[in-house]
């Protein structure tokens, strides 16, 4: 290492941060930020008491009950609490201009979210969306061979069983919403004309399987399906190009090409990498460090809320 840049990395204050939020995700959260060299993971906040035990033993931060009392303690705030507290929790460090990382979806209705960004605009509060697909090696992959592509029409699905975890919000709202987050990321568009969305309510009262398909304004053919009524999980896109259509598995981490010219078919195995370290890391290095704008903004986050909300507005519910 560069000894300039090793006394410039040793002589670094490192990032106070707080955790909102200690269920499933919280805990993968807690250990990212943990084990940050340029982290300080001060306190993690959740109403459940042995939850907040459990982590604060392995982490060794410290832990409250009310979020609230971190105003001033931390640098930063990482917000992974249920959707319909994502509101709550960062308009009230917003309104500081702490530098915020949210959990997908950004809030849990538009208006929420419209509030929101009015409060960033107004303090200035960095916010980073967490669209952890964005950090998917496969996916990083598959974005790098678009251009010799020239993709035409996108095919997203995202299927596995049912689990009470992401229950309390629909099947959209959980998995369909990184795909609209990789469309516009993959197409650079601003709009979409949904020609064709069906929606079905099967295990909750909410939507578990859903089906949409339209336009972009660049153009791109696109369709989409979430599912969490499958017996194991099926993630993946299709491309297909002018050029050559690209298969990609992102359970297995594997792309494979169909060269139209030759008809040669191709085969790449892309190495697994953890897609949310590189997404906790994105936050810190970006907005903490840098100074920067985040790789997911909060309007990049409030634009892929609104298709979702657009689908179910419009949806053929069965």
């Not at 952890?132 to 790098?144: D, G, K, S, T």
């Not at 339209?214 to 053919?221: E, S």
């Not at 969490?228 to 002018?242: I, K």
Request: charged residues 25%.
């Amino acid at each position: 290492m560069n000894s300039q840049l090793h006394k410039e990395n040793a002589s670094r204050k490192k990032v106070r941060a707080a955790l909102v939020g200690a269920g499933y995700l919280g805990g993968f959260h807690a250990e990212k930020l943990a084990s940050h060299p340029d982290v300080e993971l001060v306190a993690i906040s959740d109403l459940n008491e042995s939850r907040l035990r459990e982590l604060a033993a392995k982490h060794g931060c410290q832990t409250t009950t009310d979020y609230k009392t971190l105003a001033g303690q931390v640098d930063c705030v990482l917000i992974a609490s249920t959707t319909s507290a994502h509101f709550a929790v960062a308009s009230f460090f917003a309104q500081t201009g702490l530098p915020l990382f949210i959990e997908k979806p950004i809030t849990g209705t538009l208006a929420e979210g419209r509030e929101l960004l009015a409060l960033q605009d107004k303090q200035g509060s960095p916010i980073m969306v967490g669209h952890i697909e964005r950090f998917n090696p496969v996916l990083i992959r598959c974005r790098e061979m678009l251009a010799e592509v020239s993709p035409l029409f996108y095919r997203f699905f995202r299927r596995g069983p049912f689990r009470e975890r992401g229950s309390d919000v629909s099947v959209l709202h959980d998995l369909m919403i990184h795909d609209f987050d990789l469309l516009r990321y993959w197409t650079d568009c601003h709009s979409l004309e949904i020609t064709f969305q069906a929606l079905k309510a099967i295990k909750t009262s909410l939507i578990d399987q859903a089906v949409c398909a339209g336009l972009t304004d660049t153009g791109i053919l696109f369709e989409l399906e979430a599912s969490r009524v499958w017996s194991e999980p099926q993630r993946g896109v299709h491309v297909v190009g002018r050029n050559a259509t690209l298969e990609v598995n992102s359970v297995t981490q594997v792309i494979k090409k169909v060269d139209h010219s030759t008809g040669q078919i191709t085969e790449e195995v892309v190495p697994k990498a953890d897609a949310m370290k590189a997404e906790v890391a994105s936050f810190i290095e970006r907005v903490m460090i840098q100074r920067t704008e985040p790789l997911i903004s909060a309007r990049d986050g409030f634009w892929n809320l609104e298709q979702v909300e657009k689908v179910i507005a419009g949806g053929v519910k069965a």
